[in-house]
T-cell receptor, first 115, second 109 residues
Framework: EAGVAQSPRYKIIEKRQSVAFWCNPI?????LYWYQQILGQGPKLLIQ????????DSQLPKDRFSAERLKGVDSTLKIQPAKLEDSAVYLC?????????????FGDGTRLSIL | GQNIDQPTEMTATEGAIVQINCTYQ??????LFWYQQHAGEAPTFLSY??LDGLEEKGRFSSFLSRSKGYSYLLLKELQMKDSASYLC??????????WGAGTKLIIKP
């Protein structure tokens, strides 16, 4: 089965610019997650979707970050405007459902550098 | 608050055995995951424990004690390719997942 697809793999922008990341989850996976991972730290959940509804966005900096999952499949994460502290790897993951025992499957991530 | 603790870094020798510990304090418990993450790559699923005891999968085993808020990942017959970070993650509820910072494992020949 095809894995989680993310693009781009790398992105370099200047602070105050905007950027968007795209994610296509594994086919049939209802739950989609966006994480931010700073070097040397564990992933930090930004937003979780169940189909096209938001389950948890409590750690999403809503003044600059937005995400959508139209039609309950692909998702985009946007940052506008970017700050230096947004330099990180942005990981997308999906699972069959949000149930307890279901593992999350991750894409390769987008490495974002803010100059 | 909710907290997961893991050692930051460990070193072991090729062919040996290493145990990576994880302790947690969470508002609830619906299972614990271990993931492996090679440098520059995405995390990959290793194991899931929800009941007390040891789960064995080839060279990797994972143990859970819910009463102690404690888990460990045991890696046997270490290979150089096992050099990676190992992430412990706990489900306090059915949809939440709390991640530890990860343990960087360095394997020496």
């Amino acid at each position: 089965e095809a894995g989680v697809a993310q693009s781009p793999r790398y992105k370099i922008i200047e602070k105050r610019q905007s950027v968007a990341f795209w994610c296509n989850p594994i086919s049939g996976h209802a739950t989609l997650y966006w994480y931010q991972q700073i070097l040397g730290q564990g992933p930090k959940l930004l937003i979780q979707f169940q189909n096209n509804g938001v389950v948890d966005d409590s750690q999403l900096p809503k003044d600059r970050f937005s995400a959508e999952r139209l039609k309950g499949v692909d998702s985009t994460l946007k940052i506008q405007p970017a700050k230096l502290e947004d330099s990180a790897v942005y990981l997308c993951a999906s699972s069959l459902e949000g149930g307890a025992g279901q593992p999350q499957h991750f894409g390769d991530g987008t490495r974002l550098s803010i100059l | 608050g909710q907290n997961i603790d893991q050692p930051t870094e460990m070193t072991a020798t090729e062919g040996a055995i290493v145990q990576i510990n994880c302790t947690y304090q969470t508002s609830g418990f619906n299972g614990l995951f271990w993931y492996q993450q090679h440098a520059g790559e995405a995390p990959t699923f290793l194991s899931y424990n929800v009941l007390d005891g040891l789960e064995e999968k080839g060279r990797f085993s994972s143990f859970l004690s819910r009463s102690k808020g404690y888990s460990y990942l045991l890696l046997k017959e270490l290979q150089m390719k096992d050099s990676a970070s190992y992430l412990c993650a706990v489900r306090p509820s059915n949809y939440q997942l709390i991640w530890g910072a990860g343990t960087k494992l360095i394997i020496k020949p």
